[in-house]
Each structure stands twice: as structure tokens, then as C-alpha cells.
Nanobody, 119 residues
């Protein structure tokens, strides 16, 4: 079955950086677009970024454009989210997603990794 394992979350001061990783198994990774979504307490899960199966096209939420970068390594079955210039409003649980298309989520999710940016 499809399994996704996120890592790299933590507590970082405003203006700092983190790199999230998501290792995928149980699927032919290079066939699928991948995405990152996040959810803050009391809010719905929202789109952050997605990347096409070949890595050549990516999409970003307006709130993270210019600060976050999504990438993938198909040889390692891993998708990354480099997060720079972090803000308190970036605090959330970040989820990896398989078969994302643009801003739309696919059916498979990881367990999430917590990112906290204290105000």
C-alpha cells in the first residue's frame, strides 16, 4: 500500500528556515504529481505547493510564493519542501500528498510533521 513518511519539522524562529522531506513507498513515485498541504488548529487543510511528476512544473499558494520551494528526487522517491523566511502564520502540521494536481489534493496522505514558528 502507499505509504508516505514526512520528516524535518520542528520549532524555528521567525525568519528561519526548515526543509521538510517526504519519503514515499508502495507506488511508482515518478508517475505521480506530489504536493504539500498544511493545517493549523481550527482551520481547514490548505494547499501549500505541488510539483509535477517530472519536476518541471510547480504550483504555490500565494502565501508562500517566493519563500518556499518544492522539489523532488525520483531516484530517492522523495519530495522536499524548502521553507525560508518563516513566519508565525506558517505554524501548522504539514502533510505530504500523492497525486496532487495543481492545488487539488490526491487520495493519499502522510501522518504530518509539525512546524512551529513562535511569535
Amino acid at each position: 500500500q502507499v505509504q508516505l513518511a514526512e520528516s524535518g519539522g520542528g520549532v524555528v524562529q521567525a525568519g528561519g528556515s526548515l526543509r521538510l522531506s517526504c519519503a514515499a513507498s508502495g507506488l511508482t513515485f515518478s508517475n505521480y504529481d506530489m504536493g504539500w498541504f498544511r493545517q493549523s488548529p481550527g482551520k481547514e487543510r490548505e494547499f501549500v505547493a505541488s510539483i509535477r511528476w517530472d519536476g518541471y512544473i510547480s504550483y504555490y499558494a500565494d502565501s508562500v510564493k517566493g519563500r518556499f520551494a518544492i522539489s523532488r528526487d525520483n531516484a530517492k522517491n522523495t519530495v522536499y519542501l524548502q521553507m525560508n523566511s518563516l513566519k508565525p502564520e506558517d505554524t501548522a502540521v504539514y502533510y505530504c500528498n500523492v497525486d496532487s494536481h495543481g492545488t487539488t489534493a490526491g487520495p493519499y496522505w502522510g501522518q504530518g510533521t509539525q512546524v512551529t514558528v513562535p511569535s
